[in-house]
């Protein structure tokens, strides 16, 4: 990596870890049976066991590290309710199903504000709303619909900004316009998820860590699940292991693919300087295939800077100094600046783009947040918990009995790379032709 580029403080590892870091947590037994047992301790593995302990219903929560070292605290903490659901379903789809997945879209950023007010989560929440930035002219003109749909679906409170305006958001003119999405925040997720954690304790919930799920078979009515620490015996089992979804689920590892995304954060800047890169505090995402997404700190001192870098699995000192010149493209006045950290984790696509819960061979999932999961993995939890304790009758828009497979794909992700260089091509030939 470019040395020239690191602060001297740099470390591999995320800037929120500095908030709260996931890298220790206590061990505790694995009891014999419970009447939930929940695989994957993130945001929708907390919000689940959280809502099913609120219904009075038993539950353990089983997670292969500790709580948290899965994507929940890395990520860019860039909270939606449905920006960015995906564009090819959005094609296929009538508009009266679009409607209802925006409507609970809309209610998973109902939620996470819901939960942060009676958990008490000091977790830097901004509801400063987002600027998704054209990449191109075309780009721009598409927006009209979807932030129809979004107003509609979404009560979103969208609106277009056309490029003479665009400096109003962002100090840069590196985009073609874009639309400004009220109804968004930004939070700090590692602080958010210690805050579900505490919730979660504070009930006498069991989190067991370092219990990586390795076997799991049906006996009579029941579920075995085995891990290297013991075993466990469950009515239910809700699988919440999204991008880190391996072979002890394979009909749900197939339908999941698992993909690096990247971040870096820098130094902190001169004040005037930071305060003129998105004066409003917004968060922004652009329209690019080769996505990046970013936002300034709580404080509003460093640009916390994330992308599709490359595709694959990489470590984030290969991809910093690709983000780098991702970042000083779209703020050429940071060229120069350093960057005190560089990270990692996994999302999860699905071949529909859409995320999903649902059961599958007996085994209820929340999965596959499309890179959009803080408030929709939440919210998917706390769906599946309400199914279980059977107090609604509610149905989610995301549980669907169609959670598609790909024939080609068993768990390896090879033609990620391929996809790339498609993405990279596509990208030169919307900006350019
Ligand atoms: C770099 C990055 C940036 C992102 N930026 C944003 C953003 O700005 N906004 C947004 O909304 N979303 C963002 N996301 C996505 C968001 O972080 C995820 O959607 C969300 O955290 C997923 O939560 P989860 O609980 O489903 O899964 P995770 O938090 O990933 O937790 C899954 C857990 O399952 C555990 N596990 C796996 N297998 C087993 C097993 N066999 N036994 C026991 N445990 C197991 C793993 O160890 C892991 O801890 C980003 C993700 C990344 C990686």
């Not at 959009?372 to 549980?399: E, P, Q, W």
């Amino acid at each position: 990596m470019h040395s020239s580029i690191l602060h001297p403080a740099f470390k591999p590892k995320p800037f929120w870890w500095e908030f709260y870091d996931p890298t220790s947590f206590p061990q505790t037994e694995i009891p014999a049976r419970t009447r939930v047992a929940i695989i994957g301790a993130g945001y929708a593995g907390l919000a689940c066991a959280l809502e099913l302990h609120n219904h009075g219903v038993d539950c353990i929560l089983l997670e292969a590290e500790q709580p948290g070292s899965g994507a929940s605290t890395r990520n860019g903490g860039l909270v939606s309710g449905g920006v960015s659901i995906g564009k090819r379903y959005a094609g296929k789809n009538s508009a009266e199903e679009l409607l209802a997945l925006y409507a609970d879209a809309a209610e998973s950023f109902s939620l996470v504000e819901k939960l942060i007010a009676e958990e008490n989560i000091a977790c830097e929440w901004k509801k400063t709303g987002r600027f998704v930035g054209a990449w191109c002219t075309k780009h721009y003109r598409a927006m009209e619909e979807k932030i129809v749909l979004l107003n509609e679906g979404a009560d979103a409170g969208a609106y277009l900004l056309p490029p003479e305006r665009q400096r109003e958001e962002i100090g840069s003119d590196y985009y073609h316009g874009g639309m400004v999405v009220m109804r968004s925040a930004h939070l700090n997720p590692a602080l958010y998820f210690k805050g579900l954690l505490d919730a979660v304790q504070s009930r006498g919930i069991t989190i067991c860590s370092k219990a990586p799920v390795t076997t799991l078979h049906r006996s009579g009515n029941r579920w075995r699940l085995a891990t290297p620490r013991g075993e466990l015996e469950a009515d239910e089992v809700v699988v919440c292991t999204n991008g880190y979804t391996g072979s002890v689920t394979p009909e749900l590892q197939r339908r999941v693919v698992p993909v690096g995304s990247y971040i870096i954060a820098t130094e902190e800047l001169p004040p005037d300087a930071a305060a003129s890169l998105i004066p409003k505090d917004k968060s922004v995402y652009d329209t690019r295939r080769v996505l990046t997404y970013y936002r300034m700190s709580g404080d509003r001192r460093r640009l916390i800077f994330g992308g599709r870098a490359k595709f694959g699995q990489y470590s984030p000192e290969e991809t910093a100094p690709l983000l780098y010149r991702f970042m000083c493209d779209r703020f050429p006045t940071l060229a120069g600046c350093r960057i005190t950290h560089a990270w990692t984790g996994n999302v999860a696509f699905t071949f529909d783009e859409v995320p999903h819960m649902g059961k599958h061979d007996g085994l209820h999932y929340a999965l596959g947040c499309n890179g959009s999961g803080v408030a929709m993995m939440t919210y998917l939890g706390t769906m599946n918990a309400r199914k279980i304790a059977g107090t609604t009758n509610y149905h989610c828009a995301f549980d669907t009995q169609d959670f598609p497979a790909n024939p080609l794909y068993h768990g390896n992700p090879w033609f990620i790379p391929l996809v790339g260089r498609y993405f990279r091509l596509r990208d030169w030939i919307d900006r350019h032709i």
